[in-house]
């Protein structure tokens, strides 16, 4: 690209950011490198299916490893992963003779698909391993700035949680910058090198800082105090404003917040109008127009429901018994974290709600829990077509694994590969619909996946009588 073309989107990007007029300078508050940024604070991960495209030696296909593995016997140098793998499951006999230990164990954590699986490689900092140049320039910054220590963390937690706000974006941008303190309060001008004195414009305060300016100059706490939110603005003191801020998060519900930083955002507008143009705005006026203003924006459903699915029917998670003639495969995943076990368990249900037969196991651990929920959805149809049942409801409890299933989004990680195993096995038969429910409608599967998460063994009910040990973990 041209350096007049990237010259050209930086000075619209400036705009912007810092309200540049063409051919007039403004002063720019914050590096590139920290406006790049993600909002909420990469490489890639080799899903493995027959292993037959992946070198074992050459490619940097085990998660936990940093680059290429050395194996301390000869032998593997050309082969495959394919090699390591026996019936579809891991040689590990094989595998420890070839490996040292730690590497043998992050092998074994490596999830497996079916043989007709073919490897891919996704990229990891993508929901669905799509590689794009906006989240690899994202894994470039983690590489190019330094570790994030336990602040870092913090930190990023308060950004997702004002990106997330249902509030105006403008707002959303003034907290922005509050919380990187680079406001122009007359002390950031001052710290800028702009000669005025760092006071405060309205009460004369030696320092005028962030927090003294919207929050605890005299001026305006007579405007906080004709709000519900005084009680609060009460307790905060001119510190760091990224504390102040962490602070007013914690003491505050959500739609309290929306409240708070809509009246901020619209103080610090007066507080300009005052400074550049020697106007004062009626406060009750000012107030009664920033409630208007989230109101409406609200209303509007400007915010979008990120986990709402237009392309299929939840139905009502009271009614969980199917119509007559129809039977109901309750399935469900649980994690043992203590033992590392993995156990699904489902249950088929008449319309009247009959326990007819049932299944548990347990299994390698997956890459997620939602992937362990795909894979007893998955189990639960292979178990009714076994059984050569046609018409029968697969509910679950985890939304988001439903959801998944009833996207049509390309995915190329091991959600996306469980994802596909489902709707091949459903394309040509008449299994019926997903379902969710809730957790509580769901009792026997989860009692059945977590018997199964503490006692690695398989089981299968459908003989008509209901083992004790069954009996008494489904009640």
């Not at 619209?12 to 007029?21: G, L, T």
């Not at 059984?387 to 409890?397: E, W």
């Not at 009692?447 to 083992?467: H, N, Q």
Request: glycine fraction near 6%; aromatic fraction near 10%; include cysteine.
């Amino acid at each position: 690209m041209p350096i007049s073309i990237c010259e050209e989107i930086e000075r619209e990007c400036a705009n912007f950011w810092w309200d540049m007029d063409n051919g007039k300078k403004q002063m720019h508050w914050k590096r590139w490198k920290y406006l790049c940024l993600s909002k909420q604070k990469g490489g890639i991960y080799w899903r493995i299916g027959n292993g037959e495209t992946t070198r074992v030696v050459k490619d940097k296909w085990i998660l936990g490893c940093q680059g290429t593995i050395k194996p301390i016997a000869y032998g593997l140098e050309d082969q495959r992963v394919s090699s390591l793998l026996v019936d579809g499951k891991w040689n590990e006999p094989f595998i420890v003779q070839h490996f040292d230990q730690n590497v043998v164990d992050q092998i074994l954590k490596i999830p497996l698909l079916s043989s007709d699986e073919i490897d891919i490689r996704f990229w990891k900092n993508d929901s669905k391993g799509k590689y794009s140049v906006r989240n690899g320039y994202h894994s470039a910054c983690d590489l190019y700035l330094p570790p994030m220590h336990q602040s870092s963390y913090k930190l990023e937690a308060w950004w997702k949680f004002i990106w997330n706000l249902n509030i105006p974006p403008k707002v959303k941008i003034l907290w922005w910058r509050l919380s990187h303190d680079i406001i122009p309060t007359s002390a950031n001008l001052k710290d800028h090198h702009i000669p005025i004195p760092p006071s405060c414009i309205f009460c004369g305060f030696y320092c005028d800082s962030s927090v003294h300016a919207l929050f605890l100059c005299p001026v305006m706490r007579k405007v906080w105090k004709q709000t519900d939110l005084w009680n609060t603005i009460l307790g905060l003191r001119d510190v760091d404003t990224l504390d102040c801020c962490n602070w007013l998060k914690t003491q505050l519900d959500i739609p309290q917040f929306e409240r708070l930083a809509t009246f901020t955002w619209g103080l610090w507008k007066s507080r300009i109008t005052v400074a550049h143009e020697k106007e004062y705005e009626s406060t009750n006026q000012n107030l009664d127009w920033c409630e208007k203003l989230l109101e409406e924006f609200q209303k509007a459903g400007i915010k979008i429901d990120k986990v709402n699915n237009p392309t299929f029917s939840l139905g009502s998670e009271g009614e969980n018994a199917p119509n007559k003639g129809i039977l109901q495969m309750e399935v469900d995943a649980c994690v043992n974290v203590k033992k590392q076990h993995f156990g699904i368990g489902g249950v088929l249900k008449d319309f009247d709600g009959r326990i007819l037969q049932a299944f548990g196991m347990s299994i390698a651990a997956p890459s997620s829990v939602v992937e362990g929920e795909l894979i007893v959805i998955h189990e639960g149809i292979k178990f009714i077509h076994a059984r050569g049942i046609r018409r029968c409801r697969i509910v679950s409890d985890s939304l988001i694994s439903v959801q998944a299933v009833m996207k049509s989004e390309e995915d190329f990680t091991y959600i996306g590969a469980r994802v596909n195993q489902i709707k091949m096995l459903t394309n040509d038969t008449e299994t019926g619909e997903l379902r969710h429910i809730s957790r509580s409608l769901n009792t026997n599967a989860h009692a059945l996946a977590r018997f199964a998460s503490f006692i690695p063994i398989s089981f299968v009910w459908d003989d008509g009588i209901l083992p004790f040990w069954l009996e008494d973990c489904t009640l």
